[in-house]
């Protein structure tokens, strides 16, 4: 909370992929969220490298937590959120960690 | 057969229909129109007996305005309508019905929507203030059709959420990620060589998902089984081979718990190697190990021994009375107890040993009994003044020989740990024992959870003294099928006692529960998040639930 919050903070994949998403998105996954609340090196970079996850398994998660905020309080129909079944396992695990 | 070849946009449920009938209403036909048709032509050639028609109100009303008037109304008509404005009342209809006197098939009308001239055939449509041409007659019906499409989706979704709510889901919520993923490895658990690191819990959730829907076989079975794992619980076995299982104790020797449900394949080398394999084995749970025979158990508890400190067991013939005198000589550091549905367990000198032998018990469970006559309130009372300190969870189902004795002299004497209770189809236990039993029961601080399903003797004023005494502490209450619940009790008692932890309140089949007493519940119990109404018809769409209350079991959710 030291510095001026950016609105959007770095997500950095195993591959070195670098994802630049929204703040807001982040806080979905409560793992991020904790990573980017305190007086961590996270919070002073904005960014986090997640050295577990792949770059493919990170848009996937990106994805999905642009997904989740644009759908969290629409109360109609929502779409379904695409998961290849190769990827199902891993993006588990990912998901997991993130806590998403 | 006709119509239904026509296609989905008919497709709601309808009473019988003359082919014509349907072609007249896809033209935008109806009996309504005809007979408003007739009426202006009636009136357009003979004003005076129109007028007289006692039915047709709104023709006399009309034509006894002046023509004057008329005159104004329509001008007046016009320039709202060139204003745009959407406002009509009855003058209006009055009004235009007036205003097509005149017309007749084959003249040229204005469309009531588009203000453009058209045609006047048999086949426009008559909508309440005029005739529409032909292109707005084209767009009503599409949309006529997509508020038919949507009203039956709406239905589809308030189906979805009301089947989710039976299963205790909450649709609503955004679905979390890990959950799609589990939904759908385990659609596809059959490509699957091995699940990996994905934490324990999501582990069990996939193994849970799959065992509702029965897919937990020899395959997917060795997914789960790792060398470390401490706990194993598979809730449906029905499809796991003796060998799968003996794979078990092989792959995983650190296992502490183990829980087999409907283990029909569950054999005796299974079991023998479980006992003989499985060093740090302290708790079993079986469901339905038909295959043990008297013999088998023997060994078993020979080999476990003192080790053992839970042993559950339910829905087998072979586990008899000498089973269970072995069970209790070999295994005296018993903590927890449960024995259900064992009808080769007939011998009442048996159970009146456990007192003798087990003096840790901190569950017990002995439910439906092979005889009733079996457990009786002297039984009960023996092994409560023994293993009374520990008792925390009591659970006594269809044990129906039991009395309101049971109640005063075992549970309020000797039971001041006790934390949950479950007294299933007790009838014979009544107002007074729970009295005397509640009624200023000091030495007990309050129990978790009480069920007292079907226990038909008891009315409100039992219940009153059960909240008095532990409704601060609270957590489940399950007081389905008692009828004698009046609604006063709701009313008065309930408005003014709240329940600070109560979660999970079963008040199915209770006959004086309605809208009224489900608001007030919803009031006074602030973290109620579950309430079961099944078969309480007088729960009806109406009543005001709370948020984050979730009602189970209204008929109108369904219908």
Redesign the interface.
Known sequence: MSVAESPYVTLISSDNHRFIIDREAAMVSSTLKNSFSYDFEENATNSIKLHEIHGTLLEK?VE?LYY?LK??NRVE??PE?N?P?SM??E???A??YLD? | MSRRTRGNDSSSVSGPNSALTEFLKEQGISAETIRQRHLARLRAETPDTAASEPETREASDEVEASEDELEIRIAARRKRRARGDAYTDSEDEDEYNSDEVAKKFGEVDQCVTCDKDFTLTVYSRYVENGYLCEKCNEKAKVKERNAKKNQL?ARK?RQKLATALLDKQDLSR?????D???S??SE?IDQ?EM?????A??MSKISRILLKNRRLNDVTASLFLEPGLRELEFWDCSKVSSDALQRIPAFCPQLEKVTLSMCGQFHNANLQYFASNLRKLTHITLHGPFLISDVAWQEFFETVGSRLKGFHISNTHRFTSDSMITLLEHCPNLEELTLTRLDGLNSSEVYELIPHYLTKLRHLEISYPQNEDLITDDLLINILSINGEHIEFLNLDCCTALTDRFLTEGLRVFAPNLKSLSLKFLDQISDEGMIALFEQWDANPGLLSVNLQKCVNLTSAGLVFLLNHSGKTLVELNVNSVYGTEKLFFEDYLRSTALPLLTHLDIGFVRSVDDLVVEIIGNTCPKLALLEVYGNNRVTRKTRIREGLKLIGRQSDTI
Not at chain 2, 195 to 199: E, Q
């Open positions: 998660v999905y989740n759908y969290q129909e929502v959120f998961i079944t199902a396992l993006l588990l695990m998901a997991d998403v | 989706l979704k955004m679905p979390k990620l890990q799609m993923c589990i759908l490895i596809h699957v699940l990996g690191d994905i934490g819990i999501n």
